[in-house]
């Protein structure tokens, strides 16, 4: 299915609960290629992610974090 730009626009949603299961990760794929795929003011595509999805790794990443970019 293909959307217009305004129905994109006017039927998007805010979402604020999650039902807590795990994303699979040919979706994440697809929606990180679609970001990337968007145009920058520079051209510029020099992006790195980390896709943390255990609550082992998010703390982890969390606590390296706190350590390097002290939160005042």
């Known amino acids: 299915m293909i959307m217009n730009f305004y129905e994109v626009i006017y039927n998007r949603k805010t979402v604020r609960k ?3 299961k795990p994303v ?3 979706i994440i794929k697809r929606i990180l290629e679609a ?3 968007a ?3 520079n051209h510029t ?3 790195s992610y980390i896709i ?3 609550e082992e790794e998010k703390a982890y990443a969390f ?3 706190r350590h390097f970019l ?3």
């Open 45 to 47: 595509r020099d992006w």
């Open 52 to 54: 943390l999805r255990t």
């Open 35 to 37: 970001g990337n795929a």
């Open 63 to 65: 606590e390296l974090v």
């Open 18 to 20: 999650f039902l807590g």
């Open 24 to 26: 699979d990760l040919e």
């Open 70 to 72: 002290p939160i005042v």
């Open 39 to 41: 145009p920058t003011w």
